[in-house]
T-cell receptor
Framework: KNEVEQSPQNLTAQEGEFITINCSYSVGISALHWLQQHPGGGIVSLFMLSSGKKKHGRLIATINIQEKHSSLHITASHPRDSAVYICAVYGNNRLAFGKGNQVVVIP | GAVVSQHPSRVICKSGTSVKIECRSLDFQATTMFWYRQFPKKSLMLMATSNEGSKATYEQGVEKDKFLINHASLTLSTLTVTSAHPEDSSFYIC??????????FGSGTRLTVV
């Protein structure tokens, strides 16, 4: 079993819809990252979380340390949000990555 | 904010040649940089941890003589793929960590060996 599991693997939404993607992990961590990877490959760090909730624009990230679970929400989704969203957890002095959630937003 | 510049973004090379990929932290000093490899539809895989002024720490299964890492200054780390083969074709990404800021990633390098 992977240390970091993301779901759903693939998600297609209509423009304007509210999107939620999930990340579960099995190890003790000190921080969790949500990353965005566009088709060209470059990775952008969206959030670093150790507790609670963070908001940036239309993106909201939450984490429940007790349940070892994090969610990334996209409000009023737009085609430019189409990307792979990667969850990465930092623990035991290393970063472990999930396989990503492929999100496609259709105009 | 913290920026990590990686280049080239794409490179095509002939089998048997060497390719150097650079990763620079533009507005902060990165004592530690990380090099990752990503296969299609797979997770990022850590290849090595690069420490300024010392030898890199390679993950199990990564050939240190094949993937040479140099971290000569606090703002520059390089990955050289030596004697490249088609199976080395992949997407390579660097990142730097900064206390309280988490990780900043480069834009990646798509290597194609023909």
């Amino acid at each position: 079993k992977n240390e970091v599991e993301q779901s759903p693997q693939n998600l297609t939404a209509q423009e304007g819809e509210f999107i939620t993607i999930n990340c579960s992990y099995s190890v003790g961590i000190s921080a969790l990252h949500w990353l965005q990877q566009h088709p060209g490959g470059g990775i952008v760090s969206l959030f670093m979380l150790s507790s609670g909730k963070k908001k940036h624009g239309r993106l909201i990230a939450t984490i429940n340390i007790q349940e070892k679970h994090s969610s990334l929400h996209i409000t009023a989704s737009h085609p430019r949000d189409s990307a792979v969203y990667i969850c990465a957890v930092y623990g035991n002095n290393r970063l472990a990555f999930g396989k990503g959630n492929q999100v496609v937003v259709i105009p | 904010g913290a920026v990590v510049s990686q280049h080239p973004s794409r490179v095509i090379c002939k089998s048997g040649t060497s390719v150097k990929i650079e990763c620079r932290s533009l507005d902060f000093q990165a004592t530690t940089m990380f090099w990752y490899r990503q296969f299609p539809k797979k997770s990022l895989m850590l290849m090595a941890t690069s420490n300024e002024g010392s030898k890199a720490t390679y993950e199990q299964g990564v050939e240190k003589d094949k993937f040479l890492i140099n971290h000569a200054s606090l703002t520059l780390s390089t990955l050289t793929v030596t004697s490249a083969h088609p199976e080395d074709s992949s997407f390579y990404i660097c990142s730097a960590s900064r206390a309280n800021y988490g990780y900043t990633f480069g834009s990646g390098t798509r290597l194609t060996v023909v």
